[in-house]
């Protein structure tokens, strides 16, 4: 038999169509929300902050990500993410109707929880549903849609404020979910958990769980301008205790929720790796680069948005390519070019910021920043899905996810760090432009040292390449 053609795209399906369509309202009401915060503060928060209404959102869903990977396996993908996208669904009915914050808020913290079923779900179903090239070609569109997603929900979200008032946020949520269910319902097959999971879930370890990542994520989403206080040092230390009773007991379990032998596997430790440095680079750096477009070079807010775009343009434009060339290049290989192309970008804004810099300057290193994202984000999940068993997909999606969550915060705080120290010794632009160059050079490091590790761990004898004569001709 003739030897396939190597595919550009991903065959289209069901299964991705659903999978893409229901973490695209997940990643939207991420952010759509935020603008209509100040309407929801005048009219049912008496002009109070209403900024919890997003935190609760994201605390819910990082705090749950792991324990609904971990059940998805153990229950079968189906009959999870029904649940997941009909909890998701009221929740939105409920913050539709929510006459208070208080409402409003246990309304998010609801939708959080659908959020984070539904969004752990996805790699699951794809890697189900598709095999060798076609799941990493799937697992790009994936990204790249989510990706997509994100960039145009502030955009969507004015437009429907504007039109209908905040409310419309939340209710354009019910008629899509009630598509995605319907869809689910219908593309889905009935799946069963493999035998080898059929016993007791660890719902000692999801709780100890989910209790120390909700109260690490709340932390991590304090606003910049608080001062640190004595509960925070008590949060932080419970946090601290209460994760690491929870890795203790995963040792002792027999059917732990987080499986710690994974991380003995050099592949899987390079791909979670560079899940966490990722996010460290990506949210800590672009929260200080907008900092520096605004404070250090005098742009509107509207303006500053605007330079940041072709980041997500180019991650966008470059999601499939990384896909691709895994059925040419080392897994490894493929993931350390696009960390060497972020490193690149990130230092070529480090040697470019000063208080004077004409922003289309900034323009190539973005697009560099951008395109190395998108070169690297969906084959790491294509390895970590790779060298794990099919029945525990589920828990490293959660993994990912989380350390995902984790890699923001830390990265929005460890580098706000050392925006602080760097800027404090001059002052006006000056002082941001110092700061922001600080942080600049540090992601530049960070994404280097990426590089090595991932070409280190990563290495081709570890990871088996995608198998296309398993796949059917089309």
Known sequence: MAAQKSRRLPPLSGVLVLVMASTGLVVVDLT???????????????????????????????????????????????????????????????????????????ARVVQGCGAAVIMV?????????????????????????????????????GVLIDAFGWRAVFAINLPLGAAAWVLAARV????????????????PGSLLLMLGLGTATLLMLRPDDTPW??????????????????LALQLRVPMPTLELRMFT???????????????????????????YLSDGLGLSPTSAGLLMTPIFLAQIATGMVGSKLLSHWAPGLVIGSGYLLKGVGFTALALLITPSTPWWALLGPLLAWGAGGGIAGAPVMAVAVEVTEPERVGMVAGTVSTLASLGAGVGTAALGAIFTLH???????????????????????????????????I????????????EPAR
């Open 32 to 106: 759509i929300v935020a603008i209509g915060l100040p309407l929801i503060s005048a009219d049912i928060a008496d002009g109070d902050s209403a900024e919890s209404v997003v935190v609760t959102y994201m605390v819910a869903m990082g705090a749950l990500t792991q324990a609904a990977g971990s059940l998805s396996d153990r229950w079968g993908r189906r009959s999870l993410f029904l649940a997941g996208i009909a909890v998701f669904t009221l929740a939105s009915l409920a913050a539709t109707l929510a006459q208070d914050l208080w409402w409003l808020n246990a």
């Open 121 to 157: 779900n996805g790699i699951p179903l794809i890697s189900d549903r598709y095999t060798g090239e076609e799941r990493n070609l799937a697992i790009g569109a994936w990204g790249s849609f989510a990706t997509a997603a994100g960039l145009l929900a502030p955009t969507l979200g």
């Open 188 to 203: 889905l097959p009935p799946t069963a958990p493999a035998p080898s999971l059929t016993g007791r879930p660890d719902w």
């Open 229 to 246: 206080a004595g509960q925070d040092t008590v949060a932080l230390l419970t946090a601290c205790l209460v994760l690491a009773a929870f």
């Open 265 to 291: 596997r050099p592949a899987f430790c390079g791909a979670m790796l560079a899940v966490l440095l990722s996010r460290v680079l990506t949210i800590g750096g672009s929260v200080y680069l907008v900092l």
């Open 423 to 457: 800027d404090g010794t001059s002052t006006g632009s000056q002082a941001v432009a110092d700061g922001t160059r600080a942080v600049l050079t540090v992601s530049a490091v960070l994404a280097f040292i990426a590089v090595l590790t991932t070409l280190v761990l």
């Open 459 to 470: 290495h081709p004898r570890r990871v088996p390449r995608p198998d296309r004569s398993q």
